[in-house]
């Protein structure tokens, strides 16, 4: 059986890459209040009044949930056809259900 929409294996390399640093700086942001210089928006209010919100936040959740997917997606060296056709499935919904959720927001 070949699959056609699963990643090939190097991908889970890339996800691993892109993963463990998007989730260390994750904790970083959390607990300690990391932010990336220059990824916070333009604000002529009174930052007292209005506490400025940094893009550092979305930059690294994509990152994790970026490099996660890669991971979940990617095929594995040796795999059998049950396998793939549960994370074929898998990726199926995944998808169907992002698509539903961007048109209903």
């Known amino acids: 059986m070949t699959t056609r929409f699963l990643f090939p294996n190097y991908y889970k390399i890339i996800g691993w890459i892109l993963a463990v640093p998007g989730l260390v700086c994750g904790y970083f942001i959390l607990f300690h209040q990391f932010s990336i210089p220059g990824f916070g928006p333009v604000d002529s209010r009174n930052s007292l009044v209005y506490p400025q919100n940094t893009y550092t936040d979305e930059l690294v959740l994509t990152v994790v949930i970026l490099g996660l997917f890669f991971l ?16 074929q499935n898998a990726l199926y919904w995944a998808y169907l259900s992002i698509i539903c959720f961007a048109l209903y927001y």
């Open 72 to 87: 979940a997606f990617s095929k594995e060296k040796k795999e059998d056809e049950l396998t793939t056709r549960i994370r």
